[in-house]
């Protein structure tokens, strides 16, 4: 089974998030569920500049869970989430409709060897 490298997991509301989602900087998350202690994703994504404001905007969703973590820049993030929607199966087994989109202004495409998204 894949594994997020991500921190958590923990419950997907505003408090929590305050709690261990701390700064500001961009990051990739994971929204998902848990059964017998286990974390299973649902869905990624990330934020190219404010992780816990993004993460704010799920916490009324139906994700119950979420794990995350903070990166240097835009593009490290992306380039998180990018591959773990291709280690988690993408549009065939996340809740993520579309490929993860490139930060605003980025010339790179997805680093994942063979995915040929290069928008």
Known sequence: MANTGLHGHH????KE???VVRGTGPGAYALGHEANG????DYVGRSDS???GRLKQWASSKYMYFKYDFFDTAKAAF???CRMFHDFGGTATLD???H???PEGASYGCP???CGDLR
Do not use: H, M
Request: avoid cysteine; hydrophobic fraction near 35%.
């Open 11 to 14: 419950l997907l509301t505003e």
């Open 17 to 19: 998030i305050d709690k």
């Open 38 to 41: 286990t974390f299973y994703v």
């Open 50 to 52: 404010d992780l816990n």
């Open 79 to 81: 380039e998180k989430e």
């Open 96 to 98: 993520n409709k579309v």
């Open 100 to 102: 993860p989109a490139r």
């Open 112 to 114: 994942v060897s063979g």
